[in-house]
């Protein structure tokens, strides 16, 4: 990696952060500090695996209720409602990235 700032390439260890104890870099010449960059997660900021999220949804397609999936998952109902937004706006890019419209009823 290269700094931005002082386009060295030169950076050691420099300690933890967070609870989740992600490691902390820092350049040798311009004393900026920085983590490695991290892969964007499918789930965004929801922090379940997505085998529990991919359960959870299996759940719910099955046809059982969101308390339901809370007790065969172990998952939070709130964690469980943040999941289907997350589904449900992913289908919905990948519907218009197909060229398919929105089929909204019409009145």
């Not at 999941?83 to 990235?97: F, H, N, P, S, T």
Request: aromatic share 6%; with cysteine.
């Amino acid at each position: 990696m290269t700094c931005l700032k002082c386009q060295h390439q030169t950076c050691k260890r420099f300690g933890y952060f967070g609870k989740r104890r992600v490691q902390r870099w820092r350049w040798q010449s311009c004393k900026v500090t920085f983590r490695e960059p991290q892969l964007a997660s499918p789930l965004g900021t929801i922090g379940t695996s997505t085998d529990a999220a991919a359960r959870a949804l299996q759940c719910l397609l099955e046809g059982c209720s969101i308390r339901s999936t809370e007790r065969l998952t172990g998952l939070n109902r709130n964690t469980i409602m943040r999941l289907l937004i997350v589904a449900g706006e992913a289908a919905k890019a990948k519907r218009q990235l197909q060229g398919v419209p929105n089929a909204a009823p019409q009145n």
